[in-house]
């Protein structure tokens, strides 16, 4: 058996990006990785701006509360200012250019004037009230780092420096494969011995709310030449192929001698529970991820296990999860795998779901969030252990 | 001034649902809002199924590691077992169901056999390795609450129980206008004064990453009947108007007057920095949220306010933002607002950016989450403090 953190970086030592890169409308890249540092090709703010609703002077030329500077302009946000005439004052507004000249700005709560002049009744110091060229975003700045994923502020980021459109890498095809005879298609009626499938609509959710597009391929049914055409088509429409179901060692199913006499398998058994049974390989140069056949072992190695390796094929930087640190409300006994373990959080702390079944699929409804066991330790109750929130996996 | 909590709650409690409701094939359900309780049709699992490859068996049956016991049947998952016939063990596989008459599965490591017999080398408790009926999930059992959003983890869980479609709301349609003169579209050359335009780039972000519909309606100029065709036009095609700026008290703009006349208008100073003006209305009937003007003011606002209320137009459940503790790095001087200020976590605790500026959009970008700090409060470094991630609200 080898370690989840040796089966990880395994892969990731392993993968390289698989997809090329395009340009895509700024308004529409959000969620996409960048495929290049941004450069900010301006200062940001371009020019020193007011931050108040008030009155644009030199320092110098106040000479008292009561000592009127007649109003030489009316600068507004967007508008171009004219150098300050010296002695006098120029009206401005919350993101106006500062005009030339000018050293100080005040607020308007400070001055008491006509449309003609005003008399600045406080002075705040030199440089006061103004945002400097440049303040937040220095030209040649570089701003953003390939691969990068653009959340919504880097989108903001983006826009404000001029760019229409960014470089990102293509969307990651990752083809998706239920296998299993005992398998019928929700809508239709389950015969004795069947169940729903419902892997396929767990992968199908999980890569597409990671931002993949999903080729969803449907289930295969346990015949050697289906399994053959569909991993071939399989590998002709999609970056990655993960499939779900008939990797255990033993088992008999043909996804195992497919993938070998079309391309390379290798079984893993992962320290993990659920998900043990683990196959990696590729299917004519595709590389292809077999996960095991229960619900909660697909949805967990799908997420501790694959998801940091289609990052990485996706360009992306490395998406290793992350844990916070929770108090367990239960206690669990030695394992020897290292075990993913359905919690939900409450102010006490996290509490167990009842049933940890690999195929309890209803304990991932329930839970918000995985409680990570190490192998070879026991949980007590009261203890500090790594808690791994869902919402933070999107 | 009314506080942050006070303005959340004052618009949740204006709220409803605006949307109606439709049903979406099962595979295409990820993030959308569920608008109607799922009760379960079926048991899940449908049946008694084994656990493990091994063999079932009338534990009476067993009489020692040396007595053979005649294979009378082979059962793979999906294929539908005959009674078990008494004083005979089947062969049965993960997943398959369980005969009637059998109540205990063997898996094989632990026994010895050949293609017609087996020797049960080690006998678990009655009822071992065996996967009951309903374990998972019980027929008319209620298993998701209307209002909740939709994670592949239900989706997975929709299918398990046969429903090919289910009942969701229609996505909230959020039209969105940013207002200034100042601002001019990226791709365009910004002429002296003015600067790029952002706020519609984050709202459009923000909103969408959240899964509602944008309906991008660009940038009004500060003309009143641009603006008041625009907001008709946006009440005609939206559910909520969202704007950005024009909405600080005194300020020249047309959105708040045209507002006024097509409908009503709240003008509100909420004690949050960045982003104390706020307004909230309705133009003919349809509810308007004007955030303020600046970058990062529109950023942490529809966020931190914005985003309950919208939650709940859309039907779903409370959307409260929530926090986590972490070990501030830095000190910060006591604040009468409630101030949201960048940060980034490390081991060490949580690192602040250097420039708090609302016009300062990179500090969002460089940061994975906001400290809260209270009003009427001050920050000591090593304190422990309010962190939202940026991660958790997508």
Redesign the interface.
Known sequence: MISVTEAIESLLSQSQCLVETEMVR??DS??RTLAADLVSP?D????DNS?M?GFALRHEDWAGPDVELSLSQR???????APLEAGTAARI?????VPPGADTVVMQEHCEGSEAAVCILKMPPKGANI?RRG???RQDQT??KAGQR????????????????VPVYKRLRVAVIST????V????V?????????????M???L??WGFEVV?LGVAKDDYSEVESMMLDAAGKADVIVTSGGV?V???DHVKSVVASLGEIGLWKIAVKPGKPFAFGHVRGTPFLGLP???VSV?VTLLVVGRPYLFACQGAESRRLFA?KGKALFSRKLTTREEYIRVRSTEAGLELYS?Q?S???????WADGLVRQAADSEIREGETVDYL??????
Do not use: H, M, W
């Not at 940001?44 to 020019?47: F, L, W």
């Not at 600068?75 to 200012?81: E, K, M, N, V, Y």
């Not at 299993?180 to 398998?183: A, C, H, K, M, V």
């Not at 298609?185 to 239709?188: A, R």
């Open positions: 700024t308004l959000t969620g301006i940001v703010p371009p020019a931050a609703d600068i507004t946000a967007g508008s171009a200012p507004f919350t993101g106006a250019e945002r303040q937040d975003v701003v953003l653009l959340r919504p502020q880097e989108v903001g980021l983006a826009a404000s420096l001029g760019l229409a459109e299993g005879d005992e398998l298609e929700p809508g239709n389950a015969g004795p011995g069947q169940i729903y499938n419902s892997n396929r609509f767990i199908n959710a999980q597409s709310s969803d255990s033993g088992e008999e056949g229960n619900p949805f916070l049933n079944s195929g309890a699929l209803f304990s991932t409804a929130p869902f919402k933070a996996f999107n």
